[in-house]
């Protein structure tokens, strides 16, 4: 492949902005691309796919690089990635058997997995012989899932109308709703997208709205609900009858909801900012079922957001914690007798998951649930994003 200045320069701007800024390589890629209207297809996969595995690989490409200068530092990555250098005046320092030699004597496994020592260690401490399988697979680059929305088109109906666009997907057991892209392209852009068909949702996230075992007229509360991913998918499953009330904190989210729920012809979602306790109080009993999706460390989904693992810390997991104990203590007073709660997260820490489950069913807040079944999904085990999703039962008044 051709090495061009200009793109090596975007993607430089856009790591500087990443660590230097402290920014989020999702939005900074956004913008890069945005800068340059006069950069191709192929130009700006080349920056987006380079950025994000160059962020994901940052801490082994600045061990192994001759120097933190810029043209080295993507040197050094263009050569662990199995390619050669131009002989270009930018890459003089950079001697190819040196950095190779250098990386077969490397034993250090965090820096072979590019990650800060503490989350090695908080790794091994929670996860143990598995963690080192599982911080190798979320290293992986993450396939590109579609969640069909079938109150418009069926699975195989979609499958079928992508291949017309030349594009070609597969499907997997165990995820009723989800087609795999056999190769990564931008599907934002294709029709079917547009006229609200499927949605862009990695498989393990699909199983959360599953889990909660809706029916057609039930009331849901989606009580974390962001910008409406699992809001969207549990209107489908409830076949667009009854409600789904989607909440959350911040109202500038629960937007994203309401346009995405036009696109996909979805009515029965209702918006709801939660502006304090009073809020959930005024809920009380009202839900059929109860969805907390809640925050987390984000460990889980490391193969599409790698600078995750550069601006986490223990400060930040213990604080996302608290958070999370918060929610299960005051959010399931929503749930009516008899209802069922799910409570998931995008973590693979016991300590975010099980734990926090445990801590809430000893509490007082917690003594009228049961736990029917939680599922602990790894991405070594699965090939999708590590997640857990916790099934409770309120008893019956």
Same mark, same amino acid.
């Given at each position: 492949m051709k090495l061009h200045n200009n793109t090596i320069r975007g993607v430089h701007t856009a790591l500087a902005a990443i660590f230097e800024e402290g920014q989020y390589a999702d939005k900074v890629i956004e913008r890069t691309l945005k800068s340059n209207p006069k950069w191709g297809a192929r130009?700006?996969?080349?920056?987006?796919e380079t950025t994000y595995e160059m962020v994901r690989w940052w801490r082994l490409i600045n061990y192994l690089s001759p120097s933190k200068e810029p043209y080295d530092l993507f040197g050094t990555y263009w050569l662990m990635q199995g390619h050669s250098l131009p002989p270009w005046e930018e890459f003089a320092k950079i001697n190819p058997d040196k950095i190779k030699e250098k990386y077969e004597k490397l034993e250090d496994p965090a820096k072979?997995?590019?990650?800060?020592?503490?989350?090695?260690?908080?790794?091994?401490?929670?996860?143990?012989?598995k963690w080192?399988?599982?911080?190798?697979?979320?290293?992986?680059?993450?396939?590109?899932?579609l969640r069909v929305n079938t109150l418009k088109i069926t699975r195989e109906q979609l499958k079928n109308r992508l291949v017309e666009d030349n594009i070609h997907t597969h499907i997997i057991k165990g995820y %009723?709703?989800?087609?795999?892209?056999?190769? @990564?392209? !931008?599907?934002?852009?294709?029709?079917?997208?547009? #006229?609200?068909?499927? =949605?862009?949702?990695?498989?393990?996230?699909?199983?959360?709205?599953?889990?909660?075992?809706?029916e057609p007229g039930m009331r849901v509360i989606d009580?974390?609900?962001?910008?409406?991913?699992?809001?969207?998918?549990?209107?489908?499953?409830?076949?667009?009858?009854?409600?789904?009330?989607?909440?959350?904190?911040?109202?500038?989210?629960?937007?994203?909801?309401?346009?995405?729920?036009?696109r996909?012809?979805?009515?029965?979602?209702?918006?709801?900012?939660?502006?304090?306790?009073?809020?959930?109080?005024?809920?009380?009993?009202?839900?059929?079922?109860?969805?907390?999706?809640? %925050?987390?460390?984000?460990?889980?989904?490391? @193969?599409? !957001?790698?600078?995750?693992?550069?601006?986490?810390? #223990?400060?930040?997991? =213990?604080?996302?914690?608290?958070?999370q104990q918060e929610i299960l203590q005051?959010?399931?007073?929503?749930?009516?007798?008899?209802?069922q709660m799910v409570y998931a997260t995008c973590s693979i820490l016991p300590s975010e998951n099980q734990d926090q489950i445990a801590i809430f069913l000893a509490s007082e807040a917690g003594?009228?649930?049961?736990?029917?079944?939680?599922?602990?999904?790894?991405?070594?085990?699965?090939?999708?994003?590590?997640?857990?999703?916790?099934?409770?039962?309120k008893k019956e008044a």
């Open positions: 130009d700006r996969s080349f920056i987006a072979l997995e590019s990650v800060p020592d503490w989350l090695f260690e908080r790794g091994q401490k929670e996860l143990g012989d080192e399988a599982e911080i190798h697979s979320l290293n992986q680059e993450a396939q590109v899932v %009723p709703d989800a087609l795999i892209l056999d190769e @990564r392209t !931008n599907v934002f852009r294709n029709a079917a997208f547009k #006229e609200g068909m499927f =949605e862009v949702q990695d498989a393990s996230s699909q199983l959360v709205a599953q889990a909660l075992a809706v009580a974390c609900a962001g910008a409406g991913g699992k809001s969207l998918h549990i209107a489908a499953l409830m076949q667009n009858k009854g409600k789904v009330l989607s909440m959350d904190i911040e109202e500038w989210k629960l937007q994203q909801t309401k346009l995405r729920a036009r996909d012809g979805v009515s029965i979602i209702e918006r709801k900012v939660i502006e304090g306790s009073k809020t959930i109080k005024r809920m009380k009993e009202t839900a059929d079922r109860l969805l907390l999706d809640v %925050p987390c460390s984000g460990l889980g989904v490391l @193969r599409r !957001n790698p600078d995750t693992k550069w601006k986490l810390s #223990e400060e930040s997991i =213990e604080k996302v914690r608290k958070t005051s959010y399931p007073s929503m749930v009516k007798p008899g209802g003594k009228d649930f049961t736990l029917i079944e939680d599922q602990k999904v790894l991405a070594q085990e699965s090939g999708f994003d590590g997640f857990y999703i916790a099934r409770l039962q």
